[in-house]
């Protein structure tokens, strides 16, 4: 008995490494193509002999991969913070206020959720030339901010309803406390782990966004990261080195925050995965 | 010494004042209280104004003017355009190119899904088991979900590119011709599933892992004394009780698969031709490089009912054989 246990727990155990292998080979020869000199054409198989950092100098030179790390940096932040404040604020009274107004309201923000996006790029390009605001930030979060409320409100009403006490609530107005003053003081502060859900759940997929900035981010100083490194690629598909380097680089801050906060990103992503 | 403040307009207006405020006020209270109860409670609509105004103005405005849309031949940029009833619908349904855009995007929609699911599922089993350094294997596999779509798709171009592409260097090696697997119609759509399901596997794993995790131990000692065999425990077992991950997985991923668009635009663009290509990606090339803005809109109306039929029928579906379950 212990020994097939024991035999079975190393088949599993080679299982896994080999999975684990598989996975790894995109990402090892990103690595490879990223480091080898120009000169070098041998296999991307082979990791290369003499490691040369030229590709991503030259990369984040010929990108002005800056300028796009600042403009996707702003767009995120802002919405992000866009997302939290407005979201909860609108959650609340959708959760603990059972109106025919705000019934009426939570199901059209639920329903809002099927409608998918692309679908509405058509007039939404016209009405964004309308109003001028074309290559602006405003368009990007504003449009981010839109397609993730929804979302920020289920989860946040959900939150709202199951977990926070009325009677809070209630002994802050006894206390003459304005509502206001209720949802931000008493509220918003016992929200924190649905607000680290969302604030992951948005910065990922916004920093990653690239359906929209394509759109509406036209202009080359607005770029972000994707559209930059679309830009790139399509311009130097035979340099595949400088690619390999750019793109490295435009993953590299999402990767890092991920391996340090895995938990977390883990269970944040996994709440908001009813939107897909 | 001077008397404070307070004790001065005491002082001041007298006792009989302060009185006199205290039984008014006591006369409100009264008045007020019982309204209070009849009163309905107030709706707070403004704290959800400034959210509403932007969904409204960034999508569901947009959606309803794009219903608009679809029956005019609008080009997207002249200031006029004609009504035209029915007939881009006439068109996409009698366009060969709608019936090939809508297979790929139901393969990638249900093909990603089929494939996530069953290997998703499986990874989960594995990483069930008490095995070292499983948590290692579990990030390499979770990475990719927070990885750009795009950068994803480029990422695997240098695998599958013809010219000093990994696979095609594995195929030299081992004396065989190099292949140019992305331009080849047949099989660049079942590259780009593949694509997308080593992206996206990471997350039905976890919530596969996290159904796993719930199913109390207790079920599988009592099937273990009554004999039943590993096989016979997942399927009466596992299986049932694993419905509802199984219902959100499938939703989940079919949604993200008809929307597919990155991974398309970086790995053929949808190419060779309109081989490809995916609703979202069509209706992109219909609007910015044909200038035919009615005819996308109807595309966009097309896609729309398509991903709200299948998502609610996967719901309904496996909704069902969890009351079942």
């Known amino acids: 008995m212990t020994y097939t246990d024991k035999k079975k727990k190393r088949l599993f155990a080679g299982l896994a490494i080999f999975i684990t292998l598989v996975h790894i080979i995109p990402f090892y020869i990103l690595i490879t193509t990223a480091l080898k000199a120009k000169g070098d054409f041998s296999s991307k198989w082979v990791f290369p002999k003499q490691i040369s950092f030229e590709n991503f100098s030259e990369a984040w030179e010929l990108t002005n991969l800056g300028?796009?790390?600042?403009?996707?940096?702003?767009?995120?932040?802002?919405?992000?913070?866009?997302?939290?404040?407005?979201?909860?604020?609108?959650?609340?009274?959708?959760a603990r206020r059972q109106t025919k107004l705000n019934k009426f309201f939570y199901f059209l923000f639920i329903a809002i959720m099927i409608?998918?996006?692309?679908?509405?790029?058509?007039?939404?390009?016209?009405?964004?030339?309308?109003?001028?605001?074309m290559n602006t930030y405003d368009v990007a979060i504003l449009n981010n901010v839109a397609a993730f409320m929804p979302l920020t409100i289920f989860l946040y009403a959900g939150f709202i309803r199951s977990t926070i006490p009325k009677e809070l609530e209630e002994a802050a107005k006894i206390d003459g406390a304005?509502?206001?003053?209720?949802?931000?003081?008493?509220?918003?502060?016992?929200?924190?782990?649905?607000?680290?859900?969302?604030?992951?759940?948005?910065?990922?997929?916004?920093?990653?966004?690239?359906?929209?900035?394509?759109?509406?981010?036209?202009?080359?100083?607005?770029?972000t990261l994707t559209v930059s490194l679309?830009?790139?690629?399509?311009?130097?598909?035979?340099?595949?080195?400088?690619?390999?380097?750019?793109?490295?680089?435009?993953m590299l801050p999402m990767t890092i925050l991920f391996l340090f906060l895995q938990k977390y990103f883990i269970k944040g992503l996994a709440s908001g995965s009813v939107k897909g | 010494m001077a008397t404070p403040l307070y004790r001065q307009s005491t002082s001041k207006y007298g006792v009989d004042m302060m009185s006199e405020l205290v039984a008014r006020r006591k006369v409100a209270i009264a008045k007020k209280a019982p309204k209070r109860k009849e009163k309905k409670p107030s709706s707070l609509w403004w704290m959800y104004t400034p959210s509403l105004v932007i969904v409204f103005l960034f999508i569901l405005y947009p959606f309803l003017n794009g219903i608009q849309l679809s029956f005019t031949n609008w080009n997207?940029?002249?200031?006029?355009?004609?009504?035209?009833?029915?007939?881009?619908?006439?068109?996409?349904l009698t366009d060969p190119t709608t019936w090939l855009v809508v297979k790929n995007t139901l393969l990638y929609g249900i093909g990603s899904t089929i494939l996530q699911n069953i290997?998703?599922?499986?990874?989960?089993?594995?990483?069930?088991?008490?095995?070292?350094?499983?948590?290692?294997?579990?990030t390499v596999?979770?990475?990719?979900?927070?990885?750009?779509?795009?950068?994803?798709?480029?990422?695997?171009?240098?695998?599958?590119a013809y010219?000093?592409?990994?696979?095609?260097?594995?195929?030299?090696?081992?004396?065989?011709?190099?292949?140019?697997?992305?331009?080849n119609p047949e099989w660049n759509t079942w590259i780009i599933v593949f694509v997308n399901t080593y992206q996206y596997v990471g997350v039905a794993m976890i919530i596969y892992l996290a159904g796993l995790q719930s199913i109390s131990k207790d079920y599988y000692e009592a099937a273990q004394i009554d004999g039943a065999s590993a096989l016979q425990q997942f399927k009466n077992i596992t299986l049932p009780l694993l419905m509802p991950s199984i219902t959100i997985n499938m939703v989940i991923n079919i949604i993200g698969g008809l929307k597919l668009f990155d991974v398309i635009i970086a790995l053929t663009g949808g190419g060779p031709g309109n081989a490809s290509q995916s609703m979202s990606t069509f209706m992109y090339d219909l609007y910015f490089k044909r200038q035919d803005a009615g005819y996308a809109a109807t595309q966009g109306v097309f896609m729309a009912i398509i991903i709200l039929i299948l998502s609610l029928a996967a719901l309904v579906y496996f909704r069902r054989k969890e009351v079942e379950a």
């Open chain 2, 119 to 138: 290997i998703g599922l499986l990874y989960a089993l594995l990483l069930n088991q008490s095995i070292r350094m499983k948590a290692i294997t579990r």
């Open chain 1, 67 to 94: 300028n796009s790390f600042i403009n996707s940096a702003i767009i995120t932040l802002f919405s992000a913070v866009l997302l939290i404040v407005l979201g909860s604020m609108a959650a609340y009274p959708l």
């Open chain 1, 115 to 133: 409608i998918p996006p692309l679908t509405a790029l058509v007039p939404l390009y016209n009405l964004v030339v309308d109003f001028g605001m």
């Open chain 2, 76 to 92: 997207g940029f002249s200031q006029s355009y004609d009504w035209v009833g029915l007939d881009q619908y006439k068109r996409m």
């Open chain 2, 163 to 183: 010219q000093g592409g990994a696979l095609n260097d594995v195929l030299l090696f081992l004396g065989l011709d190099k292949i140019n697997a992305l331009a």
């Open chain 1, 230 to 250: 679309a830009n790139f690629f399509g311009s130097n598909q035979n340099k595949l080195n400088l690619v390999a380097a750019a793109a490295l680089m435009s």
């Open chain 1, 178 to 223: 304005s509502t206001l003053g209720i949802f931000f003081r008493i509220v918003f502060p016992l929200l924190k782990p649905i607000t680290a859900s969302i604030l992951i759940i948005s910065c990922v997929y916004i920093w990653n966004d690239y359906q929209f900035a394509i759109f509406f981010l036209q202009d080359s100083a607005m770029h």
């Open chain 2, 141 to 160: 596999i979770y990475l990719p979900v927070i990885i750009s779509p795009l950068i994803m798709g480029y990422i695997w171009y240098f695998f599958f």
